[in-house]
């Protein structure tokens, strides 16, 4: 990147990602390159990626296959974590008692096929539900708690701040697919990632990295700092649920991948490759830069 050259990033206005960026997005990360910030929701970053538009994303690490070619992974300001997977609703209690919790033939609105959480919904299918599930319709994730209260749905996998309000909506948990998941494999649980362009090159590549990892470590020193930012962009969210969000999504995983990590997101992509729902990776494809 040329002297003075803004970076082009995309990542979602929910709280952990504007808590971890907040920093470096005001220009308080020493020599970071300034940011051109773009605010959308991960299955739109998705698409961003699949098409090579910006220069830095959040995605989910369930397009990882599709977009390694052109993007690296970053091994920091993404969100991993242990306790905060997705969970399948229901408005009828009777479901969650159903021996082999059974959605055989029934509706399950999802936010995404190209999502982490729909990953880690078909591999709890796949050991849970012998019969499969019924119909799955794609929905923005805010409308997958309506959808299932109003009966337009029998089930929905939810996400993000999901967790702490569902029962506002009158919804019971059926199946929480992190805890499947930690259970399975003993793994944390890879939620979202931060993916650069290859073309930015090596050097660039990890000074980015080291950017957003200072970001993070500036968000945890000075918490009062990010909040303002954190509350312009989730106006709708009580300040309690908005600390627990970020409590639950950013923690060490953020600020480095790590061992576990790394582990955590190749179990996820081989497991998904294994069930045809993912390309197969290379050997490789996670290394950085």
């Known amino acids: ?38 605010f959308a929701d991960i299955d739109i970053t998705n698409g961003m990626a699949e098409r090579g538009e910006l220069d830095v994303l959040k995605v989910s690490y369930a397009v990882l296959p599709w977009v390694l070619e052109e993007y690296a992974l970053l091994p920091c300001g993404g969100a991993l974590g242990r306790g905060c997977g997705p969970l399948v609703l229901v408005k ?42 019924g119909k799955v319709v794609v929905l923005p994730f805010h409308e997958i708690m309506p959808a299932v209260r109003d009966g337009r749905v029998d089930a929905g996998l939810v996400i993000h701040e999901a967790r702490f309000t569902y029962q506002d909506y009158g919804l019971h948990c059926l199946a929480d697919m992190g805890e499947h998941w930690e259970s399975t494999t003993g793994l944390p649980i890879p939620l979202g990632a931060i993916i650069a362009k290859r073309s ?42 908005a600390d627990q969000h970020i409590g639950l999504y950013v923690n060490e995983f953020t600020a480095d991948l790590g061992d576990d990590g790394y582990a955590a997101v190749r179990g996820l992509l081989t ?19």
Do not use: K
């Open 1 to 38: 990147m040329s002297t003075g050259e803004r970076l082009r990033i995309a990542y979602s206005p929910c709280p952990n990602d504007t808590f971890v960026f907040d920093a470096w997005a005001h220009g308080r990360v020493p020599g970071a390159p300034a940011l051109d910030v773009t």
């Open 200 to 241: 930015l090159g090596e050097d660039t590549l990890r000074a980015l990295a080291e950017s957003a990892r200072t970001s993070v470590r500036m968000a945890w020193e000075d918490p009062e700092a990010s909040r303002p930012y954190v509350r312009a962009h989730a106006q709708e969210l009580d300040p309690a649920v």
């Open 92 to 133: 009828d209690r009777g479901l969650t008692r159903e021996p082999g919790l059974d959605l055989t033939g029934r509706t399950v609105a999802v936010p995404s096929e190209r999502s982490t959480a729909y990953l880690l919904f078909r591999l709890w299918a796949a050991d849970v539900l012998p019969q499969g599930v």
């Open 271 to 289: 497991r998904a490759a294994a069930e045809g729902l993912v390309p197969a990776i290379g050997p490789d494809a996670l290394r950085f830069p």
